[in-house]
């Protein structure tokens, strides 16, 4: 007879409501996100010339703003490690909860760990890392099974409101890569290049569900989390090369039912047909000359059971 499994996750302590948000933000002469199958060119849609950064690009800089803002001296404040972090290898964060439970003692591998020890190292992955009950994870695919997730939390690849201009920059470097290029030139410089956007002004959207938060234990505590690192995850991750980028607006649709009391599209139609370009504009290159609306203009037109917020001061 099947034992029942441990509960790691308390489904009572996760968000009870349904949000869906709206998320923009801009960036000036860098690039928001290289497309590596083209020469790192910023991405954008061949047929419209909108600029585009993948939901990839911005859970990354989300899950590192969170992992830092939560590190202190090399180590990480309990259920905020990271899953998916540079330097670290799937199968190794995998293993930690065969190491941890007792109950997983020497079930490390695929054909002996049953559908029960795999629930519990889910459950141990959910509450350990953040990511993982934020955006979910597959995570069998090593010896160490922890089964899928499906996160509450789920992001578009953002869009950019007019087409963007890229430029491509020739650059110069006094040192060589090589003492052999040194050796094999008269040149005093080695050339380079450096791709931007002039400017674009982008649009992502989100969606986050209290049934599958119920599945993950994403609690309200970490949606605070999520906020502040959408607000404050640009200003963590400068580079050069990314040029000037800022959070203006997370637009922050609360839904009184679990199952939402309006279609997320038409909340977003709210906002989305009110950004426009200033009269006489034709060529934006500052936030400045866009209008984008106010909560306070969109608030009459809200549907029942409905309530918005802007949660950065754009």
């Not at 956007?197 to 505590?221: C, E, K, M, W």
């Not at 500052?286 to 809200?302: C, F, H, N, T």
Request: charged residues 25%.
């Amino acid at each position: 007879m099947a034992t029942e499994t441990r509960q790691l996750i308390d489904p009572t302590t996760a968000i009870k409501k349904r949000y869906d948000f709206l998320y923009i933000f801009d960036v000036t002469d860098g690039n928001p996100n290289g497309d590596p199958d083209f020469d790192n060119t910023p991405r954008f849609d061949p047929e419209t010339f909108q600029g585009l950064v993948s939901d990839v690009c911005l859970k990354r800089k989300i899950r590192d703003y969170i992992y830092y803002a939560k590190e202190s001296e090399g180590r990480v404040e309990p259920g905020y490690d990271i899953f998916v972090r540079s330097g670290t290898s799937l199968e190794n964060q995998q293993r930690k909860p065969f190491d941890a439970l007792p109950e997983l003692k020497g079930k490390a591998k695929a054909k002996t760990t049953g559908s029960e020890d795999i629930e519990l190292a889910r459950q141990w992955m959910c509450v350990n890392f953040f990511d993982v009950r934020t955006f979910g994870a597959v995570m069998g695919t090593t010896d160490f099974r922890c089964g899928q997730v499906r996160g509450p939390v789920q992001l578009t690849f953002a869009r950019s409101r007019h087409r963007v201009f890229t430029s491509e920059h020739g650059i110069t470097r006094v040192a060589f890569t090589t003492e052999e290029k040194r050796k094999s030139t008269s040149a005093t410089t080695e050339m380079g290049n450096k791709k931007t956007v002039a400017y674009g002004l982008y649009v992502a959207h989100g969606f986050i569900s209290p049934q599958l938060a119920r599945t993950t234990g994403f609690n309200d505590t970490d949606l605070d989390v999520i906020w502040q690192a959408l607000n404050s995850m640009f200003g963590f991750d400068r580079s050069a090369a990314r040029g000037l980028m800022a959070a203006r607006h997370l637009f922050v649709f609360e839904h009184e039912s679990p199952l939402g009391n309006a279609p997320a599209h038409k909340l977003f139609e709210l906002i989305e047909n009110r950004i426009n370009l200033k009269e006489g504009v034709e060529t934006p290159r500052a936030y400045g000359e866009y209008i984008v609306p106010s909560v306070a203009e969109v608030s009459p037109e809200l549907p029942a059971g409905i309530s918005l917020r802007d949660l950065v001061a754009g």
